[in-house]
């Protein structure tokens, strides 16, 4: 069984990076087309941009007034300028006097012109020189050789502002979809990895139900077909009893205890394949614990937190196999230690839950065990059946609550039972 969870989390490990691996992909892949699409906005306001620029710079060389009412929704302002930013004709927001940028008076005519957005006036601006002329080069390195009429005080500059509002819109949703989509991804990856789990688990609860049904058939077999040999060798024995000697009949206690060690184990394995539910019933826990501890010999340490009858719904019989089992085993792991103090029994209520605690200072859990301690016919003692904690387990879980079981710090074992508040539902093992 432990082969088979380690699998399960094997999978599931693996599973889960792979659903990393596919969220930062997606998240990349969607950040990149965003950003794309961002990039291809602005590229395209800003050939509209050059493309109004030209209209009217093309209507400007023919000498006519350009027609600026017809783009006046577009059209923010407009002027143009002598190369060193003289005002020679001026529209809306254009300046009086344009100051050159640095990085365009270090251009050629030919040379790109200086595109700028502000976000803030929700505009975009276009510096550009007038007078464009092919294979024209820098201006600093041809200035010797350049002819009079390209000198950048014959030249002229186009100012032009234009209104994008409907640009700096998609850029918000762009930026905004750079945020909320690797949060969308990130739900929808949760969701995928929760539902796994989900699975997961139904899947390990699903493989341990079909492994106990395995066992179960196996040791309804086995039982069986232990039970009548037992039968007849205890008629025999009781028949040697009679007819042999004294000093032969020490053989035969040895071999009517093992005769009933065998019988207890499969009366215990009778324990773990019935219905684990049992009849649920309403005990006072505190009563029932007290009751029970009087039964042992050996001195028990028992408090309840709660100073009050605490009520629990659980089938009488069962929870006295569950607190025996976890008392026997308590008793027998510091059975050889004289010193050690009593077995302490301690009782807590919160608002949902019970818990039931067994502490012993014994020899612990081994550290090889592990979680095996609840495998059916497991067990760490030589004497032992390792049916006992499955059986137990099985009971705990039935009645809708929680085995554990761990080293305890300082030295021994403890044992926490965690029931809930309410009633257990059938069908809940």
Avoid at 300 to 324: M, T
């Amino acid at each position: 069984m432990i082969r088979g969870l380690g699998r399960f989390v094997k999978e599931e490990l693996l599973f889960f990076v792979f659903l990393l691996a596919l969220f930062l992909t997606i998240t990349v892949l969607v950040l990149v087309l965003l950003s794309g699409r961002s990039r291809r906005e602005s590229l395209l306001q800003e050939y509209e941009a050059q493309r109004i620029a030209a209209a009217l710079m093309e209507a400007t060389r023919d000498g006519s007034a350009p027609d600026i009412e017809s783009l006046q929704r577009r059209i923010v302002g407009f002027g143009i300028y002598t190369g060193r930013g003289t005002e020679l004709q001026r529209f809306g927001s254009a300046p009086a006097v344009l100051r050159v940028p640095g990085d365009l008076g270090e251009r050629g005519p030919m040379d790109s012109p200086i595109v700028r957005f502000h976000e803030q006036r929700k505009t975009l601006t276009l510096i550009r020189w007038i007078g464009m002329f092919p294979g024209s080069m820098d201006m600093h390195r041809r200035t010797p050789q350049m002819p009079h009429m390209m000198r950048p005080e014959n030249l002229q500059l186009l100012f032009l502002e234009l209104n994008v509002e409907e640009y700096w819109t998609s850029r918000r949703i762009f930026k905004t979809a750079g945020h909320v989509a690797p949060i969308l991804i990130l739900l929808v990856m949760g969701l995928v990895g929760y539902l796994y789990h989900k699975n997961s688990l139904y899947r390990r609860k699903l493989a341990r139900q079909q492994q106990l049904a395995r066992l179960g058939e196996a040791s309804r077999t086995l039982s069986h077909e232990i039970k009548n040999p037992l039968s007849a060798i205890r008629i025999q024995t009781g028949i040697l009893r009679k007819s042999l000697p004294r000093v032969n009949r020490e053989e035969l206690r040895i071999i009517e205890e093992e005769v009933s060690r065998l019988s207890l184990l499969t009366d215990r394995i009778g324990d773990f394949l019935r219905d684990p539910l049992g009849r649920p019933e309403t005990i006072g826990l505190d009563s029932f614990l007290r009751d029970m501890i009087l039964r042992y010999d050996r001195q028990i340490s028992y408090a309840n937190a709660a100073e009050a009858e605490i009520q629990i719904r659980f089938d009488g019989q069962r929870l006295r196999s569950v607190l025996q089992n976890l008392l026997n085993n308590a008793l027998e792991s510091q059975a050889e230690n004289t010193e050690a103090p009593p077995v302490e029994i301690t009782v807590e209520r919160s608002r949902n839950r019970v818990e039931i605690a067994v502490l012993d200072r014994g020899e612990g859990i081994p550290e090889d065990a592990g979680d095996k301690i609840f495998d059916p016919f497991f067990s760490s003692k030589a004497s032992g059946s390792g049916v006992g904690l499955a059986i137990t387990r099985r009971f705990v879980e039935a009645a809708g609550g929680e085995l554990r079981i761990s080293n305890r710090r300082g030295g021994g074992t403890e044992a926490r039972i965690l029931l809930p508040a309410g009633s257990p539902r059938r069908g809940s093992s």
